[in-house]
């Protein structure tokens, strides 16, 4: 058993200390997900906060400590997608908020505001399995298994996205 499945069953039986330690190590990255889903520091925050609280008050429902990245990730999706219902309108992405998420071993923010204003304008079922695929590294079963469907459905989706992603940046790049 790892150190961190160690410390999700102590989350698990009350140990606050445990589940603060988890989502530390798991902060930064969620956070960036909620970026990339609302496109704002606010929301994010917003979507971050409610994603840890959720969690807290159900962590005693996760029955596979192995799975407490997959599981803390699927809270932020669900939690993402009924904050951008909710508010259902278009955010243009700001310079200064893209900087401020930047990442020294990406690209600079400038190359990627393309990327990232074509993935906010997908579909959320393109932009979930991408986000998860290619910026959480998820593996296609993992990612069939945190959204309960099925694998072909994930590549489908997978390659839908990617295709349209390709389709709207065409006209900016030239292809290789």
């Known amino acids: 058993m790892t150190e961190k499945e160690e410390l999700v069953i102590k989350a698990r039986n009350g140990d606050n200390l445990a589940f603060q330690i988890l989502i530390e ?18 929301d994010a925050i917003d979507i971050y906060q ?3 609280c959720k969690a807290l008050t159900s962590i005693h429902t996760l029955k596979e ?11 932020l999706i669900n939690v993402a997608i009924a904050f951008l219902n909710k508010r259902n309108k278009t955010v243009l992405i700001e310079q200064t908020d893209l900087e401020k998420i930047e990442d020294p071993n990406q690209p600079k923010v400038e190359e990627q505001m393309d990327l990232l204003q074509v993935l906010g304008e997908l579909d959320d079922k393109y932009k979930t ?9 998820y593996q296609v079963k993992q990612i069939a ?6 694998e072909g459905t994930v590549k489908t989706n997978i390659r839908r996205g990617l295709k349209v992603l390709k389709n709207a940046l065409k006209g ?5």
């Open 172 to 176: 900016a790049y030239v292809d290789d």
């Open 25 to 42: 190590d798991e902060q930064d990255a969620l956070y960036r997900f909620a970026f990339i889903y609302v496109r704002n520091e606010t």
């Open 129 to 137: 399995v991408l986000l998860l695929r290619y910026y959480q590294d």
């Open 65 to 75: 400590p192995a799975y407490f990245s997959s599981w803390l990730t699927r809270i």
């Open 50 to 52: 409610q994603t840890v």
């Open 145 to 150: 298994e945190m959204l309960n469907c099925p």
